[in-house]
């Protein structure tokens, strides 16, 4: 019988900057590179390292860590940062993954009292993704509750698949938040899945960022299936640490993450036996 070959995609793991929140950006790429992550994807917000080319591409060539992908500012708190008018963030985001040699550009669908920008969205971003190189991969959101009620933040929708883009980026925390069928949401992507947010969740209705394996996503399978599909965007590890107790176990928690990821990245596929495929 054959031994089983063992397939590793070239997709490449990333440290989300966002994931040792309260530390700083400059800590995420200490880290990321002393846990061996491939490169970090920076989640620019008030920190202002984040929002600085040339600080994000110091601390790039200090600790010998790629930035592979840029989280444009997209947050309620980061409604201020580079200016109000989100094209304007956009147009900044994609000139900073380009000085950094960043291959992606995430952003969030609007909110809905951004009307005009909500309105303009999907046929922007197509023009947008037509003036670059960079990958500008739409994140799926999910419904906001409180209570018994489900309130719909998010325009032209939370599920990015019901729209025409490009590319997608599928976020497991954010599937377990709506309580939606993760892979059935990564077939619907298909071929325009470019870009992952490895977290977890338990479904709870808030947005939990467990570290991969601690929820009741299928983290696992969708690794699997990306490494036998030959994937070749970025998985990038966005989980919550804030209740580490210290800088030990958060680090920790970012290795166990890591782990994960390689581990599952890897699969095992039996290539069929030609002795058994011959007839008598």
Excluded at 179 to 201: E, F, Y
Excluded at 204 to 233: I, M, N, W
Aim: net charge negative.
């Amino acid at each position: 019988m054959a031994e089983p070959t063992v397939r590793v995609p070239d997709a490449k793991v990333a440290l989300s900057t966002a994931s040792v929140y309260p530390e700083s950006t400059a800590t995420a790429f200490e880290i990321a590179a002393r846990l061996g992550y491939d490169g970090v994807e920076v989640m620019v917000w008030t920190d202002p390292v984040s929002q600085d080319i040339e600080a994000l591409r110091r601390l790039s060539d200090l600790h010998g860590v790629p930035v592979l992908a840029v989280h444009a500012p997209c947050l309620l708190i980061t409604q201020r940062v580079w200016t109000t008018d989100p094209w304007t963030k956009l147009q900044r985001a994609k000139a900073a993954a380009e000085r950094l040699g960043a291959s992606a550009v995430v952003v969030h669908p609007p909110f809905r009292w951004q009307r005009q920008y909500s309105r303009d969205f999907v046929n922007g971003i197509w023009r947008m993704a037509e003036e670059t190189d960079v990958r500008f991969a739409v994140e799926n959101m999910y419904p906001w509750r409180y209570r018994d009620r489900e309130l719909l933040a998010y325009a032209p929708d939370w599920d990015v698949t019901k729209h025409d883009y490009r590319h997608f980026t599928v976020d497991l925390s954010h599937t377990a938040t709506a309580r939606t069928d993760a892979s059935a949401m990564i077939a619907r992507m298909g071929d325009r899945l470019a870009h992952v947010h490895l977290a977890d969740g338990s479904g709870s209705g808030k947005d939990e960022h467990l570290v991969p394996g601690r929820g009741t996503q299928p983290c696992a399978k969708t690794l699997e299936d990306l490494a036998d599909s030959g994937f070749t965007g970025h998985v990038v590890i966005e989980v919550n640490t804030r209740r580490a107790m210290s800088n030990a176990e958060r680090e920790a928690d970012l290795a166990e993450a890591l782990a994960f990821t390689r581990l599952h990245l890897a699969t095992s596929r039996r290539e069929p036996d030609p002795q058994r495929a011959r007839k008598p």
